[in-house]
């Protein structure tokens, strides 16, 4: 029987994760990017080429089963060429969505999933215009290409309006939302196969810090069937409608138990990693399994689970391993500002001990 062969838009720690679930499932990943040192390359092939060289993707499809991504930023244009050529999924329109922040609001409130009040800005004018409709704070967001914290600027106050346009404006097309007084950030993982089949991950919750993931807890604390019902209710509608196949993210703002979407990620994402260790089957083999048609996994915890990122540098291996009941996952990136280097993992079968163990790994790991 010929082992199934998918191939990977995107060479990062989330296609290097992916590979390592698909070797257990006997599957080989090839991966495509821009950098020869992609670290996915340690764990499978890797072909280096410009996402707009249709000559070089054409090769990159040959023989493939089936296209994917580890990240939403490939260019559409790219995913609609090798869609001509081989199955890709998730299906190109969710990239679409998720890269425009507007069509992704759009999209929810079509579905009628809450969201933050939120504007089109098309011009200097029409910025006045919405901070005089939905009133500060606010946060001006680019349209596009906007990660990790980049890409905003938070408008507490009038004179903060023109700093803020004169950085962004120009970068992409802009959208104003209100500044949401949450009291938490949280996340449901979802998986959706070519044959239907949908499964949930329990509801993570998560902390952030200069926009970037710190740290995710599962099952997130103080969660509640209404809240948990929330989140399965909007991931499942959005994966309906765009008659999805592989794993989905969708993020939002816990408000006095009143979810409002924040955005949705068409891949595996950081706020599941602790599924690796902590539950019966990983976010990547299930996306690896929606996307080839095969039944899914036990989305099942096996305790309750904490995982931290470890963000431009982090301790020595040997500090990091003595860590009471750390998993340590090393990507094997070159240090940098604001680069994710790996992510520590502590699963335990009491909520009271994880609470330990974390306030022992956080101390060890993360910078004051």
Same mark, same amino acid.
């Given at each position: ?238 994966? %309906? +409608?765009?008659?999805? &196949?592989? #794993? ?8 006095? @138990? =009143?979810? $409002? ?59 990091? %391993? +003595?860590?009471?009941? &750390?998993? #340590? ?8 500002? @604001? =680069?994710? $280097? ?27």
């Amino acid at each position: 029987m010929r082992r199934a062969t998918i191939g990977v838009l995107g060479g990062g720690q989330l296609g290097r994760m992916l590979a390592l679930a698909g070797h257990r499932l006997g599957l080989w990943l090839r991966f495509y990017d821009r950098a020869p040192d992609a670290v996915a390359g340690h764990v499978g092939e890797l072909q280096v080429g410009e996402f707009t060289d249709a000559a070089r993707l054409e090769r990159f499809a040959a023989g493939l089963d089936v296209v994917t991504y580890e990240f939403e930023n490939v260019p559409i244009d790219t995913a609609r060429h090798l869609s001509r050529l081989v199955a890709v999924l998730p299906a190109p329109i969710a990239l679409e969505q998720a890269q425009d922040r507007l069509r992704e609001k759009d999209l929810f409130t079509r579905l009628g999933i809450a969201t933050p009040p939120f504007r089109d800005v098309e011009s200097r004018a029409a910025l006045d215009l919405a901070v005089a409709d939905l009133g500060l704070p606010a946060v001006l967001k680019t349209r596009r290409l906007g990660y990790d914290g980049k890409g905003q600027a938070v408008l507490r106050g009038p004179a903060e309006v023109d700093r803020a346009w004169d950085r962004l404006a120009g970068s992409a097309p802009l959208i104003l939302e209100s500044l949401v007084a949450f009291e938490r950030e949280v996340s449901i993982i979802a998986a959706r196969s070519t044959r239907g089949e949908v499964a949930f991950y329990p509801l993570v919750e998560n902390e952030h810090r200069d926009g970037i993931l710190r740290l995710s807890r599962c099952p997130a604390p103080r969660s509640t069937a209404p809240v948990e019902r929330q989140a399965r209710d909007a991931a499942a509608a959005l994966m %309906a +409608a765009m008659d999805y &196949a592989g #794993v989905l993210t969708v993020e939002f703002f816990d408000v006095g @138990g =009143r979810l $409002l979407a924040n955005e949705m990620a068409p891949r595996v994402h950081n706020s599941g990693h602790w599924t690796i260790d902590g539950a019966a089957t990983s976010q990547f083999e299930n996306h690896l399994r929606a996307i080839l048609g095969l039944p899914l996994g036990d989305c099942s915890p096996t305790g309750h689970a904490a995982m931290i990122n470890l963000i431009g540098t982090h301790p020595p291996l040997e500090r990091l %391993a +003595a860590i009471p009941g &750390a998993r #340590v996952h090393l990507y094997g990136k070159e240090p940098r500002p @604001g =680069r994710k $280097l790996g992510h520590v993992t502590i699963v335990e079968s009491d909520g009271g001990v994880l609470a330990r163990r974390l306030d022992e790994a956080r101390r060890s790991v993360l910078p004051p």
